[in-house]
């Protein structure tokens, strides 16, 4: 009887220290969460913008940091989640920390990076390559860290002959003169996230025989344009744009047509659907469309 007592006070130690043990994790975690946001502020705001980039190395360091506790995926990192993107997919298989930076009062410089679960810290930081890709852009499949730089503002998952890939809804405002949105793919490979996969029924205008791996709209950057997923519609909507001085080689004189195009799923590919919304034609000429249901786009306009 004695050493059975003895047992289960063992095991009720156990199981304390336990407690303690994760509810230390815990408040080391909200203290360097106190010092991320401290940190934010300074790299989003402060007065020399040369300085923003000091502070967004030290961000970086505090968030590894963090990251390398115990228990740091399962953290929610609330009040973080209030300056900088922190997303998952439904499935949860991974979180991705996402921010942008301006260097200057017109740029913007993207920073990410994509933790996988376990309590041992995975994690693959993103190197923005938007400078690089040029025209090559809707071509390209990224991987090493390399990325198409973006604050995402929506993930959705689909699986491909047994393979996950997650659509990644962004906007890149890096241009002085015009801003981008994107919808990414994204694979996670057991060396690290891929970025671009052919899974748009649209021929690239480089290659005509090959279908794009990441689809961009460009437009000015004096106006907004939508794009995103609708669930009444079971589709993404996006803005039809043209050159508002009639060249449509410049992409940054693109503006909204009033007119929207879109995606929907189906046999593994995102299928162009022209005229997603039809148009009311009436008398006088005018030609407004309806306004599709619009869900919040945190990355901005």
Known sequence: ?????????????????GKASAQ??????????????KTADSMYYAFIPDDRSGYNEKFVKQLVRALKIKGSYDYPFTKLAEKIN?????????????????????????????????????LFPLVDYTAELGKGAEDSVLRNGKWYGALYYRIMPHNIDGQKVYTLFGLNASSSISNKKVMDPLT????????????????????????????VIEYK?????????????NAVYFDRLVS???????????????????????????????DL???????????????????????GN
């Open 277 to 299: 919304i039809p148009i009311e034609i009436r008398e006088d000429g005018n030609a407004p469309a309806p306004v599709p249901v619009k869900p919040k786009e945190t990355g």
């Open 1 to 17: 009887m004695l050493k059975k007592l003895i047992v289960i006070l063992v095991l009720l130690l156990a199981v304390e220290r």
């Open 188 to 215: 996670i490979t057991p060396t690290g996230p891929v970025f671009g996969a052919q899974i748009f029924n649209v021929r690239s205008q480089n290659k005509n025989t090959e279908r794009i791996n990441r689809f």
């Open 86 to 122: 922190i997303m998952a997919p439904d499935d949860k298989a991974f979180r991705m920390y996402n921010w942008a930076i301006a260097p200057t009062d017109v740029t913007r410089r993207y920073y990410g990076a994509i933790q996988m679960p376990g309590d041992e810290l995975r």
């Open 24 to 37: 230390d994790l815990k408040q080391q975690l909200e203290l360097i969460e106190d010092s991320l946001l």
């Open 221 to 233: 950057k004096a106006v907004q344009a939508s794009m995103n997923w609708d669930p009444e519609m």
């Open 244 to 274: 508002d001085v009639n060249d449509p080689n410049r992409k940054y004189t693109y503006v909204p047509s009033g007119q929207y195009d879109g995606f929907r799923w189906s046999n593994g590919y995102w299928n162009f659907v022209e």
